[in-house]
């Protein structure tokens, strides 16, 4: 007897390969370009806010009131104001530089004692009024007004004067290496005075972005860097 041995054969089946036109190329194409460009925004959306709320934390705002105050009493740009706070004294009242200089604005005694001659305070002001915010604020502004008439209004001098003396900035501009015709600097020769200056212009680009309504439309920024 003839054993019948039977084999299983397995069909196999054949794939059609699916061949796409150009059109359908296109398509996917920019879907893949759409879904590319969405994650690209989205983690552009994800770094611009990290980077936004790391701003808002190193470019805090305080007494905001006795700044828009004083800085209208002296004519000068509130945002400047607060951007020389925030580099002198991170805002804190109590801040005692190395040097002796005070409160909020950092102001040296010797200078707050001749301010507050100015100021016809002779009989009540005492050093310890320099840690008052609301002192501290008006002397500060007293002085940078001061300087905006000194150094007609020039925004690098004024600075440079509120942290290197207007004494120096004036010697900066009686050089010829500093200055073309002694009324405008062309560099800031002191390092730290530079750095110091650039601080300030970076904390007031920082301000007038972050709080562009902070003091109202009375009080627009002004100061060029």
Not at 23 to 28: E, P
Not at 131 to 145: H, K, Q
């Amino acid at each position: 007897m003839q054993k019948t041995i039977e084999r299983n054969t397995t069909k196999k089946t054949k794939r059609k390969r699916v061949r796409l036109n150009g059109m359908q190329i296109a398509v996917i194409a920019l879907a893949a370009v759409v879904a590319l460009t969405i994650a690209a925004f989205g983690t552009y959306l994800i770094v611009e806010r990290v980077r936004y709320e790391r701003d808002l934390r190193n470019y805090p705002v305080a007494y905001t009131e006795r700044i828009e105050q004083y800085a209208s009493e002296y004519s000068l740009d509130p945002y400047l104001v607060q951007s020389i706070m925030r580099c002198e004294s991170s805002n804190d009242p109590a801040a005692v530089s190395d040097a002796g200089a005070i409160g909020l604005m950092q102001i040296m005694p010797e200078t707050a004692t001749w301010i507050a001659h100015k100021l016809d305070l002779d009989d009540t002001y005492t050093v310890d009024q320099l840690y008052d915010p609301e002192t501290s604020i008006r002397f500060g502004c007293w002085y940078l007004n001061f300087l905006q008439g000194r150094f007609d209004g020039d925004v690098m001098e004024m600075v440079a004067a509120y942290n290197a003396g207007h004494g120096s900035v004036e010697d900066w501009l009686a050089d010829p290496r500093f200055s073309a015709d002694g009324e405008t600097l062309l560099s800031i020769p002191f390092e730290q005075t530079a750095r110091y200056y650039e601080k300030v212009m970076t904390a007031y680009e920082k301000y007038t972005t972050l709080y562009p309504n902070l003091f109202g439309e009375a009080a627009a920024p002004s100061a060029e860097p």
